[in-house]
């Protein structure tokens, strides 16, 4: 069998590093739409800016809130794993500060309604700061 870990099927960088973004989405037990967060904070994709991540980071944050306020909302939070073990994870990332605390949010916060706003707020300000 192929090791499918071992590249990637487009421009990002998954297969470069120890943890890939498959390796959070299991042992934090997310859902569908904190997947796809958390793929869009890790990687860097030679095709696309970051502007342009946290521009749909702040969008999907947005979706998720409407689907709280309206009551949609089925899934359960992120299944709460020991900071020493994220720290491992992140280890070989190079995140940015603000990029860290997006995914402290989202991976950390139990009011999901506040995580989504201040990754909303983070991303307010590093889209200001990219587009100056």
């Not at 890790?42 to 809130?65: M, P, S």
């Amino acid at each position: 069998m192929e090791n499918v870990r071992s590249y990637n099927v487009g421009a990002s960088d998954y297969s470069k590093h120890k943890y890939q973004s498959w390796d959070f989405w299991l042992t934090f037990v997310l859902n569908p739409f904190d997947a796809d967060l958390c793929k869009r904070i890790l990687r860097t994709k030679a095709t696309d800016t970051r502007l342009l991540d946290y521009q749909k980071i702040k969008h999907i944050c947005g979706e998720r809130l409407r689907q709280l306020e309206e009551g949609l909302d089925k899934w359960v939070s992120p299944k709460y794993v020991e900071k020493s073990r994220f720290e491992e994870m992140i280890l070989d990332y190079s995140l940015l500060e603000e990029d860290k605390q997006l995914l402290e949010n989202l991976l950390y916060l139990q009011d999901r309604k506040e995580a989504y706003k201040n990754m909303q707020n983070i991303c307010d300000k590093r889209i200001a700061y990219l587009s100056s």
